[in-house]
Structures are given as C-alpha cells and as structure tokens.
C-alpha cells in the first residue's frame, strides 16, 4: 500500500506546490515560467504511478498489481538517470531514486513469487 501511497502524495505536492516541492528532486536547475509547467506533468505521472498499483491491490489482483510496481520501477529509475545525466544531484539519485526503485523491485519480486495457500 505505500508503494502506491508515497507516489500518489509526491504527484499530488508537484500539482499542489511545484516550485516548493521540486527541489527535493535532484537537479541543479529548475524551469520557471511557462517551463515550470512541466513539474505539474511530473506530478500527474506521479500519482498514476502510484494509483495503478493500489487500484490493482484494492481490487484483489495481486499478481498484476506486482507487475504494475515491477514496471513503474522504471519511473526512479529514469528519474536518477535523468539526475545523473543532467549534472544533479549524484546522493539524491543514489538515495531516494535508485533505492525507490531497488524497494520497489523486491516488494514486487515478494508479491510475484507469494504462493496461494490451498483453500480447503
């Protein structure tokens, strides 16, 4: 459940506060005017990202919504890229989006693996 809580209340602070919120992200350089309008996009992904999962879990698919997290990995793991690649900040790629990613993969990797018990 906070897999899909945490996205969800990131994507939330982008709409809601953008420029409060997005230095917490890891760039050196933030758009403003008009560009700042891409922080919002970020935080529309980011609350699909974490209403997938839930909706899936809430709706008893656990075997999909373990994908779902499994495939929604790939949004840390592109934002650290995208860090790295740009110069950032090298401890907030490492710390709060590769290890977002690493979480995400083993409580996936947890959910897919689970063994249903036989129901008598």
Do not use: C, Q
Request: aromatic share 8%; proline share 6%.
């Amino acid at each position: 459940m906070l897999l899909g809580l945490f996205p969800l209340w990131f994507g939330l602070s982008y709409i809601l506060a953008p420029e409060s919120t997005a230095p917490s992200f890891g760039l050196p350089v933030w758009p403003h005017g008009d560009a700042a309008m891409f922080l919002i996009t970020k935080g529309i992904r980011d609350v699909v990202s974490g209403l997938v999962p839930l909706a899936l879990l809430l709706l008893g698919h656990r075997r999909a919504s373990g994908w779902a997290m499994l495939v929604t990995a790939l949004v840390p793991i592109g934002d650290a890229t995208t860090i790295l690649t740009h110069h950032g900040s090298a401890l907030t790629a490492f710390t709060v989006h590769f290890a977002t990613a690493a979480v995400m993969i083993a409580v996936a990797a947890l959910v897919l693996t689970e063994r249903r018990e036989a129901k008598n």
